[in-house]
């Protein structure tokens, strides 16, 4: 069984800079998208980022400009960095990995942007 094993969540201050970075626990054939979602209390979740197997992005409008995704598909992983935070990133951020028969998820990763 594929795990998603997620890291780099925390406590960041309003405007810092944080890192989420997502590996699978053994390699996973045919992956297509790789990408990011968050669920903030009280709130739906929401996609945040996508990556295409040819590198093509997408991310949400609230996120433009500030959040870059990234991924490796010679080690399967994926990677969020995000500046300029702000309270409203805060979330449980969740990683996945859509593959030809299935799509693996990670546990979730707190991200908290607070002074």
């Known amino acids: 069984q594929v795990q998603l094993v997620e890291s780099g969540g925390g406590l960041v201050q309003p405007g810092g800079s944080l890192t989420l970075s997502c590996a699978a626990s053994r390699s996973i054939n045919s992956i297509g998208d790789m990408g990011w979602y968050r669920e903030a209390l009280g709130k739906q979740r929401e996609l945040v980022a996508k990556i295409t197997a040819g590198g093509r992005t997408n991310y949400a409008d609230s996120v433009k400009g500030r959040f870059t995704i990234s991924r490796d598909n010679a080690k399967n992983t994926v990677a969020l960095q995000m500046n300029t935070l702000k309270p409203e990133d805060t979330a449980v951020y969740y990683c996945?990995?859509?593959?030809?028969?299935?799509?693996?998820w990670g546990q979730g990763t707190q991200v908290t942007v607070s002074s």
């Open positions: 996945y990995v859509v593959a030809i028969f299935q799509t693996y």
